[in-house]
């Protein structure tokens, strides 16, 4: 499945670490299905009308600490896992850990983005409404995993590779907003844009990993 091969570049896949929905294991380990998927349910819901500025937004200070708090557990249990220590021993709590991992990445990176474009400072009071509606949003991947069909569990894989794809979009929009400080272009030359950063993700996820492969071969 092509949703599996692309999936298995970036994440280890192993059996053990993956959630199980309709008994078919998931592309991706519990881990970075949380995070892909947390950062698309964010992109999703901020993606509304009336947001300032389509896909991204200036987070308050109250969102921003939160956010980063939100990462904080998922942080610890990878390091300290390479310690030999996990933090949390069941995929469905590593899941859980990393679904808010995801949603904190995006409010941090995307406000970081629009900081970068537009040279506003993030706003002082913290918006509930969209905090608690957005993170309300998190419930949607574990109802997919407790459902017993397959076409939740493909419904689910599918979604976890948008996951990435975001990801890796916001990423390298991340620099390039710095360098389109406070240019101002028409709607069709912004979804060209957006079109580049989805298949320049799509690449990277791609061929990435077997790029870096080799150049462990040639760097001393």
Request: proline content about 5%.
């Amino acid at each position: 499945m092509v949703t599996g091969e692309l999936l298995g570049e970036i994440c280890h896949q192993l059996p053990a670490r993956c959630l199980v929905a309709a008994g078919v294991a998931m592309p991706a380990c519990a881990r970075c299905s949380g995070i892909y998927l947390g950062v698309l349910l964010g992109a999703a819901f901020y993606a509304v009308p009336g947001r300032r500025r389509l896909f991204l937004h200036y987070p308050s200070r109250g969102a921003a600490a939160l956010a980063a708090a939100a990462t904080a557990p998922c942080a610890a249990d990878m390091f300290l896992g390479m310690a030999g220590h996990p933090l949390f021993a069941g995929n469905g709590a590593r899941f859980v850990a990393s679904l808010f991992a995801g949603w904190g990445a995006w409010i941090l990176l995307a406000g970081a983005a629009t900081w970068l474009r537009w040279g506003v400072a993030p706003e002082r009071r913290l918006d509930f409404g969209h905090v608690v509606g957005s993170l309300a949003a998190l419930l949607v991947p574990g109802l997919l995993v407790a459902t017993p069909r397959p076409a939740a569990a493909r419904l689910f894989a599918a979604a976890t590779l948008a996951g990435a794809v975001t990801f890796y979009a916001l990423l390298n929009y991340v620099p390039l907003a710095l360098f389109l400080h406070k240019k101002r272009y028409r709607v069709a030359t912004g979804l060209v844009i957006l079109c580049g950063l989805a298949a320049l993700a799509v690449a990277e996820i791609k061929w990435g990993n077997a790029f870096f492969e080799r150049v462990k071969f040639i760097l001393p």
